[in-house]
């Protein structure tokens, strides 16, 4: 009687991958980096051809980003920011659209990994958007930005004891580790269900009564695949909402 084997990758294999550039050495460059570096040039190439090819009827690829910024500007800025948060549309529509193409790469065939289920992507960027709220929030409102962050108006004293400490942890150091490990949680997560799916389905693909359990864990790994398709959309969605409420709140003055 033949058992079916099933060899699931050690951990080791599924998040450390092997330099391709200058192994070794401070500046090795892996799978993740090249990811990063194509949903850069993926995100800025996609801006620069809708503006070589800017018509007054937009078609094209041109149509394609004025679409996207309407929803950036519609569904995420005007919501979280008001009027005065288009000015911040071209930082907010890139980092939405860096960050989704970051995540498909989940999906790509012979990548199959989000560049954001490493650390190392989704840590510099909520840092990135730390430094921006800050900055934002003194050159507004000067070194008050501070006070007004962490003391609600109309607060009784007794009560500030225990709000402020509260607010300085949830705005200036919970924020930014939120960010980061919210979307590099969720991404890990899925790309660690597809892979679990995926080795199922290989090891199902043998004579026998494996063929017959084979559409199963094949199903799911297509429902699954389609499923983080929508996560990663709705990953980069909430990393891009949640800076423009940061920079929202840095822009407006007094916490409520």
């Not at 800076?243 to 840095?250: N, R």
């Amino acid at each position: 009687m033949q058992y079916l084997a099933i060899n699931f990758p050690p951990i080791s294999e599924v998040l450390n991958w092997k330099p391709l550039f200058f192994g070794g050495s401070a500046i090795a460059f892996n799978k993740i980096g090249l990811i990063t570096l194509i949903a850069a040039f993926a995100t800025l190439g996609m801006f620069f051809i809708a503006g070589r090819q800017a018509k007054l009827v937009p078609v094209g690829m041109q149509n394609f980003v004025e679409a996207s910024v309407d929803f950036v500007n519609n569904s995420i800025i005007h919501d979280a920011m008001g009027p005065e948060g288009v000015t911040w549309a071209p930082y907010l529509t890139g980092l939405f659209f860096f960050i989704l193409f970051s995540n498909l790469f989940e999906v790509i065939p012979f990548f199959q990994m989000p560049a954001t289920a490493r650390m190392a992507v989704p840590a510099p960027l909520a840092i990135g958007v730390y430094i921006t709220f800050i900055v934002v929030g003194i050159k507004r409102q000067g070194l008050n930005y501070f006070k007004n962050s962490v003391v609600p108006s109309g607060v009784p004293s007794f009560v500030l004891i225990i709000l402020i400490p509260i607010e300085i942890l949830s705005t200036f150091i919970v924020r930014p580790f939120a960010l980061a490990i919210r979307l590099f949680g969720n991404m890990l997560a899925g790309h660690l269900l597809l892979l679990t799916f995926t080795v199922l389905s290989e090891a199902l693909f043998v004579k026998g009564i494996g063929l017959i359990l084979l559409p199963l864990p094949f199903a799911m790994l297509t429902a699954l695949t389609g499923y983080e398709m929508f996560v990663a959309a709705l990953q980069a969605f909430i990393f891009t909402t949640l800076t423009a409420v940061y920079i929202g709140e840095a822009l407006k003055g007094e916490h409520e």
